[in-house]
């Protein structure tokens, strides 16, 4: 059961765009909530997280914003470049015993110059 | 290193072949997590490490699939018996401490089984 969905699956946006990447979640237990980014070749990296009583963080260019009773958050890169093109998953933290990350299907952006 | 190291990054192997994953992570971290990528995929988890404790296994797509953490340090996630579909990239992940707000990836090992 897929307990994290992230849409789109691929996003293309020009230089200067705002890119805007979707989660929705169902667990209620998850309590926090990362997002990663992933160029090809590499792991994922840690771009920015929210915890749910927040209902928006920014960071630069990168703002999360979380909608608790909706059970959805999302990312929006503004004055989106062509070195944000990259694979962009969001995730959730099981405030359970295990505490490990579930993560979305992945965004695949690409920023055109 | 100050990162997460995996090895081998890349492994080719026949279908039926035992193959062997090493993970070294961040010194003195404490929490271990392997995780699964597929292609187009997002991170599929496999078993998680804290300490001493009992690791949680709940991950593991079979039998075939086993890990192990030495002196709380180096894991080893081993496939027996290796099957076209366990062809992946398979992620290391370590953070300070159990639910620790930061994992840090290793760059993965690329798996093929032909």
């Known amino acids: 059961q897929q307990q994290v969905k992230q849409s789109p699956q691929s996003l293309i946006v020009q230089k200067g765009g705002i890119s805007i990447i979707n989660c929705a979640y169902e667990n209620t237990a998850f309590d926090y909530f990362p997002w990663y980014q992933q160029f090809p070749g590499k792991g994922p990296a840690l771009l920015i997280a929210i915890r749910p009583d927040v209902s928006e963080k920014k960071e630069g260019r990168f703002t999360i914003s979380f909608n608790k009773s909706a059970k959805q958050f999302s990312l929006h890169i503004m004055d989106s470049q062509p070195g944000d093109s990259a694979t962009y998953f969001c995730?959730?933290?099981?405030?359970?015993?295990?505490?490990?990350?579930?993560f979305g299907s992945g965004t695949q952006l690409t920023v055109l110059p | 290193g100050a990162g997460v190291s995996q090895s081998p990054s890349n492994k080719v192997t026949e279908k039926g072949k035992d193959v062997e994953l090493r993970c070294d992570p961040i010194?003195?971290?404490?929490?271990l997590y392997w995780y699964r990528q597929s292609l187009g995929q997002g991170l599929e988890f496999l078993i998680y490490?804290?300490?001493?404790?009992?690791?949680?296994k709940s991950g593991l797509p079979s039998d075939r699939f086993s890990a192990e953490r030495t002196g709380g340090s180096v894991s080893t996630l081993t496939i027996q018996r290796t099957q076209q579909e366990d062809s992946a990239v398979y992620l290391c992940a370590s953070s300070l401490v159990q639910g620790g707000t930061e994992a840090f990836f290793g760059q993965g090992t690329r798996l093929t089984v032909v």
């Open positions: 490490f804290q300490g001493n404790s009992a690791p949680d």
């Open positions: 010194s003195g971290h404490t929490a």
């Open positions: 995730a959730a933290r099981d405030s359970g015993s295990a505490r490990q990350l579930t």
